[in-house]
């Protein structure tokens, strides 16, 4: 079962997740000509702009309303993105598996980002159930997603400190990495993808339409 996990498994979930990529961004594009405004009013000026003040901390108005808020999603979405690629553990598999050298992050910091993903992943659960507003457009498919998210991190720092059987826990760290990977393109993961395009058109919209910011 290692080997499966560690060989066919993970070449199965990178050909989902590229070839699910492509279908996705490929859809979009096709649907977004079938709008007639939606082309001709992308800017590259006002896009990139809108890009930049969302992407950096309290750089728009609605996050500086939420300062908590902010800190927690960006740490997480941080540590979501960076820990998986430049963890030691990954970095030897990519060396061994594909001869690509990484930098590997040190193996305290490493434990502290994954603990800061585990951290978000329960905030973001409790804010759904806790909020009124949010748990109105909250459904089961939320709550199930949040959990594969935080599965191959939770079971990957279980197996570093060898909770329950090491064998055990590192197989299931790798079955479930391969869930989160190939559910990216077909859950709400997506919007990693889409992100940059439905910001650049926000963006566009209010500054070349109307004039206005929209941070």
């Known amino acids: ?7 066919p498994l993970v070449w199965i979930a990178f050909l989902i997740l ?33 890009l930049f003040h969302w992407s950096i901390p309290f750089g728009a108005r609605n996050m500086r309303l939420r300062p908590f ?6 740490l997480f979405h941080i540590c ?31 434990d502290a980002m994954t603990i800061v993903v585990v951290i978000g992943v329960v905030f973001f659960a409790l804010r759904r159930i806790s909020m009124p507003a949010v748990r109105y457009v909250t459904y089961l498919n939320d709550y199930l997603l949040l959990g594969i998210v935080i599965a191959p991190f939770a079971t990957g720092l279980m197996a570093r400190y060898q909770v329950f059987n090491y064998q055990t826990m590192i197989v ?36 070349y339409v109307r004039s206005a910011k929209d941070w």
């Not at 079962?1 to 060989?7: D, K, V």
């Not at 808020?69 to 960006?74: G, H, K, N, R």
């Not at 690629?85 to 050298?101: A, C, D, P, Q, R």
């Open 80 to 110: 979501l993105l960076v820990t998986p690629i430049f963890v030691l553990g990954h970095t030897l598999l990519w060396k061994e598996s594909w001869n690509i050298s990484l930098w590997s992050l040190p193996e305290g910091l490493a």
């Open 69 to 74: 808020f902010t800190v927690v999603s960006f």
């Open 172 to 207: 299931v760290h790798m079955f479930t990495g391969a869930i989160w990977l190939a559910a990216i393109p077909f859950t709400r993961i997506v919007h990693m993808l889409f992100y940059p395009f439905t910001r650049a058109y926000m963006g566009s919209e209010s500054g």
């Open 1 to 7: 079962m290692y080997e499966f996990a560690r060989g």
């Open 18 to 50: 590229i070839l699910g990529s492509l279908y996705r961004l490929i859809w979009m594009v096709v649907f977004s000509k079938k709008d007639k405004v939606v082309h001709p009013y992308m800017s590259l000026k006002y896009g990139l702009r809108s």
